[in-house]
């Protein structure tokens, strides 16, 4: 199985770009995609549910903003939208789908730059989904979750953590929460086969960043430890364009 996560920043605006090309071509399994800024009203049908994939999209409570939705060629067992507080639903930041194997969670985390109560909202989302999927954890079921973290974890995951150490993004309460989830066993999948510097999954438009690489790893793939045998692969598909973000992705061997 391959996975994929990627923050389209507009999903109706990458499908100019060659979007449903990209997904018949690259064919993945599973396709989650964050920042849709788009209800399935406002999309042709072969955008809300490309040819065979069954889709399933949350629907923020504003237009144009947020949003994420899952592509998968698997149909799941049962999804969710919530993280029942209405204050997190509301912004429509996380699909849940079910699975034999394992529970997949996509989500497009909050970003906290522009101001401190969104700091706080961002820090109180980390710690109620991670009470959420420590609760199916617990219940002896394997966990997935990717998307956009809105924060790099470690110097290594951005071109300039000193000048960035007082900005959301790179703040040591944000990482911190990081490290918690990897002290209770969730898998770095891309750092599991891949220590290099300089592989990065967002790159600022306002500063052309991309064509000189100068990035930041915002973008994710975690598993619980249980489904470390079963994973085989991690990348980031960063040749790929049409978002400030590029795709990231997993390779999973499933019995």
Not at 65 to 79: D, E, L, M, Q, R
């Amino acid at each position: 199985m391959k996975l994929v996560s990627w923050n389209v920043n507009g999903i109706r605006a990458i499908a100019k770009k060659g979007f449903l090309e990209w997904v018949d071509a690259y064919n993945p399994d599973i396709l989650c995609l964050q920042e849709t800024k788009a209800w399935t009203e406002q999309v042709p049908k072969e955008l809300e549910s490309p040819d065979g994939y069954h889709s399933f999209w949350s629907k923020p409570s504003k237009k144009g903003y947020s949003g994420v939705a899952i592509f998968t060629t698997h149909k799941p067992k049962s999804t969710s939208l919530s993280l029942d507080i209405e204050e997190f639903d509301s912004e429509g930041r996380l699909v849940m789908a079910e699975y034999k194997d394992f529970y997949l969670f996509n989500v497009y985390f909050p970003n906290g730059r522009a101001s401190p109560e969104r700091l706080r909202y961002k820090l109180a989302f980390y710690d109620r989904f991670l009470e959420i999927i420590e609760e199916i954890r617990n219940q002896g079921k394997s966990v997935i979750f990717c998307g956009d973290l809105n924060t790099a974890h470690k110097a290594i995951d951005l071109t300039h953590p000193k000048a960035n150490e007082n900005t959301s993004g790179f703040l040591p309460v944000e990482r911190k929460w990081m490290d918690k989830v990897m002290k209770l066993g969730y898998i770095d999948t891309f750092r599991q086969f891949n220590n290099s510097p300089e592989k990065y999954s967002w790159w600022d438009y306002k500063t052309a960043a991309r064509s000189r690489n100068v990035g930041w790893r915002l973008d994710y793939f975690f598993v619980s430890k249980g489904l470390l045998p079963n994973l085989k692969g991690a990348f980031i598909l960063s040749d790929i364009m049409g978002s400030d973000h590029c795709p990231v992705g997993i390779d999973l061997v499933m019995n």
